[in-house]
């Protein structure tokens, strides 16, 4: 989250960007990092996810990105309060359909 790689590339396709806040990266990360990589999925996470994504509704956001590997074992658009892109996903389609194509996207 704290990498430049998303804000980037939605910038260069003019799109606005809310980050979760300081503190909520710190916890979205040891969520992660304890619970979710070690396959532990508990329902305070999913509670503490949605409270964030809720937050980044109210601050006007129409979407929100799952852009961590694991976070999407937990939130999906049936959970969440705002609709969701996996980068998982997106990216494996994005190489699929690139591979299939061939050449450039």
């Known amino acids: 989250m704290d990498?430049?790689?998303y804000s980037e590339k939605l910038a260069a396709q003019g799109l606005e960007y809310v980050r979760p806040t300081?503190?909520?990266?710190?916890?979205i990360s040891r969520i992660i990092m304890e619970e979710l990589v070690c396959g532990?999925?508990?329902?305070?996470a999913v509670a503490y996810h949605q409270q964030v994504i809720a937050r980044m509704k109210d601050a006007g956001c129409d979407s929100v990105i799952l852009g961590c590997t694991e976070i999407p074992l937990i939130m999906n658009?049936?959970?969440?309060?705002l609709p969701t892109l996996d980068?998982?996903?997106?990216?494996?389609?994005?190489?699929?359909?690139r591979a299939v194509q061939g050449g450039s996207p």
Do not use: G, Y
Request: hydrophobic share 35%; proline share 10%.
């Open 22 to 27: 300081p503190a909520e990266r710190e916890e």
């Open 40 to 44: 532990v999925f508990k329902p305070e």
């Open 3 to 5: 990498s430049q790689v």
């Open 87 to 97: 980068s998982t996903r997106l990216l494996a389609r994005a190489a699929l359909r």
């Open 77 to 81: 658009d049936s959970n969440s309060p």
